[in-house]
């Protein structure tokens, strides 16, 4: 990665915030997964889908992280879950549908769980990443 990048990154991280990392997370890896066109952008794609999630499961994880308990719960599953998925889809040619919809959809909540309403562009082309 470019020093340059790599600077902006570090400057944009510091100015967002916690939700607003996750939506750009959340659309970025949305955005790879519906415009994976070969293997190689596949891989690449559930690769960064199970990072996402692993995330996610490690953050469940934690007894005291201020998630309710219901919804901890739900998210762990589904998390876990995604990350099954992703690591089947590697291996074999599935649809790749079910994990976009999943998370289209939490991308959603997250969206609305803000109040702010980010207009699709923002995610869309945000460009920089070269994980």
Do not use: C
């Not at 570090?10 to 949305?30: L, P, Y």
Request: hydrophobic share 35%; aromatic share 6%; proline share 4%.
């Amino acid at each position: 990665m470019s020093y340059g990048i790599k600077r902006y990154n570090q400057n944009s991280a510091i100015q967002m915030t916690s939700r607003q990392i996750e939506v750009m997370a959340f659309g970025q890896t949305i955005l790879l997964l519906k415009n994976a066109q070969n293997q190689k952008e596949r891989i690449h794609a559930l690769s960064m889908n199970q990072k996402l999630w692993s995330s996610i499961i490690l953050e469940t994880s934690v007894e005291d992280n201020g998630i309710p308990d219901t919804m901890r719960k739900d998210l762990l599953n589904l998390a876990i879950w995604s990350t099954r998925y992703s690591i089947r889809a590697m291996l074999h040619d599935i649809p790749l549908n079910p994990l976009i919809d999943i998370n289209q959809d939490m991308l959603d909540g997250l969206r609305q769980n803000n109040n702010t309403h980010n207009p699709p562009s923002e995610i869309n082309n945000f460009k920089l990443s070269t994980a």
